[in-house]
């Protein structure tokens, strides 16, 4: 069974859902225990809101990861908004710009197994994320 | 000169065939022999000893399956549907004891069993033999890869579930008294062990309608920074199901390393020793040890 | 999307479903607060155990209903809270710090009814 590319895209809160819904969909096909599932679908639900509050709308992609001898699922959220002028201020925890819980950026690279962002003020942001089974 | 084009395109007169039709002669061919190639190969599979572990009729049994997915692989190149079936073949060879040598060595038999009985069909167009193995040599090289990748991917999977479950029962949750539950943590703890024991705890959190959870650390010797922080979320997640988390046996050194990642150690709930939290816990659940009533 | 809201005494108990949008839980937040005003209650569950996901959002608004409700002079208890939920919230750092929580619905009305006992 082949697990293929699912794009989401992200233009209203609803969507926040939908991206989450069939991420757990998704890790669930590919064999991840519902735990682990959960920890996706919650990244993805946090990844997605960052969409919506920072750059408006965006994509949340969503695909099998293949490495050395395992198996996992990738995330990947992009966006044409703001962009983030420090990263390394957003990933220290506990970094808040709007609000009490700020990016969460830092709590979804707790939920995930590897995480990459790129950003640059005025050319919207890239996070990408992994997670592999167990 | 007679013109290629008005001749009738029979596959065995045309010069230049394509690979994938060389693929299906080579297929037919492999498949109206199958009976004597697949017996050739269990000869050859008992002559270098290898799935010593297995009787000759379960060998036969598994062979025939093997033979006739190898050669449907040829067929189709669905690659992804052999590596299904290794892992599948796997799982019902692993527990009898069957290794990974033994697994690749069967494979490469089976292809060198196929590849000489192509030799003696061709033998007399050596041109028509080359481009045969032009073929088929890609895709059975393949093929063995395919099924090794899938059988150690079984194996590796096996052995994680094993040591998931010695660690399991290594940790065990214990249900002292109602609603009480106490976790007792011994020897050390690396990140996956503690948010193996977080789960777990959890999981028993909810099944035995815990109110308060003891974690004894008394046996730990020292903690990082990443399972100090584990401990934390332990605390957390089990208020969020209605659990209270008593933590004993602190050592010293530990509180230190909890202080350094920013735990108040005062909003904690922290007692001496096991006993001790116990006793703590008992009160907390309302188990009074009522003195008697002076008599009037 | 209609959460169901039930009335037992002076207790109100909400059960939230599982795909709520963030416009259903702002209305929830309203709706809960009307409903505590109206019907005079001095205590809200709010029941979460169809929520496959609590994200940062869910747990903003579970503080604030809390927040709003105790404002009213009501508790609001948090319940059924899923052990692998549970888990992905903290380590989102997600406490529900200062809101408080029980097991499920039978725990939650025990937790009430000894608060009630102890305050009247």
Known sequence: ?????????????????????????MATELGFSTGDATLIATAISELARNIISYARKGQI?????????????????????????????ALRDGFSTSGSLGLGLPGVRRLMDEFEITSQPGRGTIVAVKKWKQ | MAKRDSMPTSIETKRNEEPSELLRELVAHLRQNRTQLREEWVVRITETRLLTAMTKEEIFAEATSVYDSYVEALETEAFEALQAYARNLSERIIPRGVETHEVVGIVLLLRDVLAR????????????????????????????????VGFVQERERVIRQQQE?????????????????ILPIIGVIDPQRARQLTEQLLRGIRTNRAKVVVIDITGVAAMDVTVANHLVQTV???????????????????AQTLVTIGV???????VGDLQGGIEQAERLLGYKVETLAEPR | ???????????????????????DLNQLRMGLVQQVV???????????????????????????????????????????????????????????????????????????????????
């Open chain 1, 1 to 25: 069974m082949s697990v293929g590319e699912i794009l989401v895209a992200i233009n209203s809160d609803q969507d926040i859902v939908l991206a989450r819904q069939k991420g757990r969909v």
């Open chain 1, 61 to 89: 992609t969503l695909r099998m990861a293949n490495g050395m001898n395992r198996q996992g699922i990738s995330v990947i959220a992009t966006d044409n908004g703001p962009g983030i002028p420090d990263i390394r201020q």
């Open chain 2, 117 to 148: 009985s192509l030799f003696a069909k061709y033998q007399n167009d050596f041109k028509k033999l080359n481009r045969i193995l032009d073929a088929y040599e890609p895709a059975a090289n393949r093929i063995a890869n395919t099924v090794a």
């Open chain 2, 165 to 181: 479950a010695i660690r399991e029962l290594s940790t065990p949750v214990l249900q002292v008294r109602e609603r009480l539950l």
């Open chain 2, 236 to 254: 957390e997640a089990s208020r969020l199901l209605g659990a209270t988390v008593i933590v004993t046996g602190l050592s010293p050194e530990i």
């Open chain 2, 264 to 270: 108040d150690l005062g909003k904690m709930n922290t």
């Open chain 3, 1 to 23: 999307m209609e959460v169901p809201i039930l009335k037992q005494g002076a207790v109100l108990i909400a059960t939230f479903q599982a795909a709520l949008s963030d416009a």
């Open chain 3, 38 to 120: 109206k019907f005079r209650s001095r205590a809200v569950i709010v029941d979460v155990t169809a929520m496959d996901v609590m994200d940062s959002f869910a747990s903003r608004t579970l503080r604030e209903i809390a927040l709003m409700i105790r404002l009213r002079g009501a508790e609001t208890v948090i319940v059924g809270i899923h052990p692998e939920v549970a888990f992905a919230m903290v380590q989102l750092g997600l406490t529900l710090e200062g809101v408080a929580t029980a097991l499920d619905l039978e725990e939650g009305l025990a937790y009430l009814n000894e608060k009630f006992k102890t305050t009247n």
